[in-house]
């Protein structure tokens, strides 16, 4: 790329940084991908056994049908649920390859930091923003920007088993026996789990998947049992809006979860906080706090899916903005900290929502809800369509919503006092079968319809981690 005209770098070939080019291209920007994987969709690829929540007509992106639709590309079902691997085949894979994209994408290209030329993170200097970005790649290169949109997701930064946010002791020392996300138990996988026990830690859509695939293989491989840890009492548990829920494959998922505990088909732990890990004979004990009592538990294997966290190591030179709960920007942060409100709708947003202090630097896709969880495609491309218009220039296409998400079918919970500034946005509008409530959220709790006057507070989550 000539020096003259940096390109916009978008960082990661995933779902929302291959739509990402498709509106720069659109736009007649310039974009330039970096993908740390070998091929597009690497993340993905890593859980592609998983069917996903949404159908087809929520996964897929105009702008990136455009290009597609040049190729002669078959548009899938708009209503049939792709696992994560034909999303890569059906809808990644030929994006990437298209005769628009696959040239500006260069694969095993890491970036290992980014910083304003010439100047240091402390440094105001003149004409800092209007100098381009830098990019540092694993390979020990660097490359202009005109603008970076972070599109990197968070699959690679899985939260730890450990009670405080942090590795329990002994979790790093026994990592061969640890499985982060959603291992292929059925699939590849399959050998190290038939007939063991297995405990899974987490309460989100990827601990639901991951118990539901372990006590299928049960139905095959006498001797498999499952544990299952969560956070809290059952009691406060919420599996999701089920028949509420506007994707009904996600409302189905936690409902056949929650079968599964109430019928004992899988020991639930709740509470269960793990303090340390360490091998007891064969297996491994658990060391965790049931409310005051100390347990230890015994189990060959854990599987950890207990959310994820942006990597934000190699932004160490970006004036970011975010909020210190959430790691989304603080204009984001309100209206889909679970903290808050336990309602997973999220109302639409983009480039300005998504705003850092460093101009022309953007986080967009997973990575942008930090901590959070709830995450869906369609918002990321919606987040991407407004970034792509704002460096183009049109302001106004930059700041109209042009989505409408579906509903989670969980609100529950008051309003804190924290999120009474926030309240009249952080949800898609009520329709009017909750209107006489007074929520934020689209539909009445399935779990706790307590009378709410504001935002959807929290006594649960609408959904813990994907
Ligand atoms: C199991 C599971 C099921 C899900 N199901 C659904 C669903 O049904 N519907 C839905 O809407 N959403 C779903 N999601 C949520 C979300 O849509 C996906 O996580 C989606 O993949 C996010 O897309 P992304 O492009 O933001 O990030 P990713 O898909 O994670 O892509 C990020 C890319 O960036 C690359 N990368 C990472 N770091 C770097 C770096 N430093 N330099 C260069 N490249 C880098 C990665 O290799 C990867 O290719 C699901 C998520 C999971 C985990």
Redesign the pocket.
């Known amino acids: 790329m000539p020096e003259a005209s940096p390109p916009v770098v978008v960082?990661?070939?995933?779902?929302?940084?291959?739509?990402a080019a498709a509106h720069l291209l659109a736009r007649g920007l310039n974009p330039l991908v970096?993908?740390?994987?070998p091929?597009?969709?690497?993340?993905?690829?890593?859980?592609g056994q998983?069917?996903?929540?949404?159908p087809w007509r929520?996964?897929t992106d105009a702008a990136a049908r455009a290009l597609l639709a040049a190729e002669g590309w078959v548009e899938p079902d708009p209503e049939a649920?792709?696992t994560?691997a034909d999303?890569v085949r059906h809808y990644l894979a030929p994006l990437a390859a298209s005769a628009a994209l696959r040239d500006r994408i260069r694969y095993d290209?890491?970036?290992?930091g980014i910083a304003r030329r010439d100047h240091g993170r402390l440094h105001d200097g003149t004409g800092r923003d209007a100098a381009p970005l830098m990019l540092h790649?694993?390979s020990d290169t660097a490359l202009a920007a005109r603008a970076v949109i972070?599109?990197?997701?968070?699959?690679?930064a899985p939260n730890p088993a450990g009670a405080h946010g942090m590795p329990a002791p002994g979790e790093a020392a026994h990592a061969d026996r640890i499985a982060y996300?959603?291992p292929d138990v059925l699939g590849a996988e399959r050998a190290s789990y038939a007939g063991a026990t297995t405990l899974v830690v987490g309460a989100g859509?990827?601990a639901m998947?991951a118990v539901l695939d372990l006590v299928e293989l049960a139905k095959a491989a006498p001797g498999t049992r499952v544990l299952w840890a969560f956070r809290r009492p059952l009691a406060a548990m919420s599996f999701g809006g089920g028949a509420t829920d506007g994707?009904s494959?996600?409302g189905e998922l936690g409902a056949r979860a929650q079968a599964l505990v109430e019928s004992g088909a899988v020991t639930a732990l709740a509470p269960f906080l793990i303090d340390r890990i360490a091998r007891d004979g064969k297996r491994l004990g658990i060391t965790g706090r049931q409310g005051e009592r100390e347990t230890v538990v015994q189990a060959d294997r854990i599987i950890v899916a207990a959310g994820?966290r942006p990597?934000l190591s190699?932004l160490r030179e970006v004036r970011l903005g975010l909020d210190p709960a959430v790691e989304a920007t603080p204009a984001l942060a309100p209206l889909i900290d679970p903290n808050l409100h336990s309602c997973g709708t999220v109302r639409p947003h983009g480039e300005a929502e998504l705003r850092h202090p460093e101009a022309g630097f953007y986080i967009?896709?997973?990575?942008?809800y930090g901590r959070a969880p709830t995450?869906?495609?369609?918002?990321?491309y919606e987040q991407v369509r407004s970034i792509a218009a704002w460096l183009a220039g049109d302001l106004a296409a930059a700041r109209r919503v042009d989505l409408v998400l579906p509903e989670t079918g969980v609100c529950s919970g008051p309003s804190l006092a924290k999120v009474a500034s926030t309240v009249s946005s952080c949800c898609a509008p009520a329709p009017a079968a909750s209107a006489d409530q007074g929520s934020c959220c689209g539909t009445p709790s399935v779990a706790k319809p307590v009378a709410t006057t504001g935002c959807c507070g929290s006594a649960a989550r609408a959904t813990e981690a994907?």
């Open positions: 960082i990661g070939a995933g779902p929302v940084g291959l739509t970096l993908e740390a994987g091929q597009a969709g690497h993340a993905v690829r890593a859980w998983v069917r996903m929540f949404s929520f996964n649920f792709p994560g999303l290209a890491r970036v290992t790649l694993a972070d599109c990197s997701g968070t699959w690679g996300g959603i859509h990827s998947n994707l494959q996600r994820f990597d190699f967009a896709g997973m990575k942008s995450f869906l495609l369609a918002t990321g994907l």
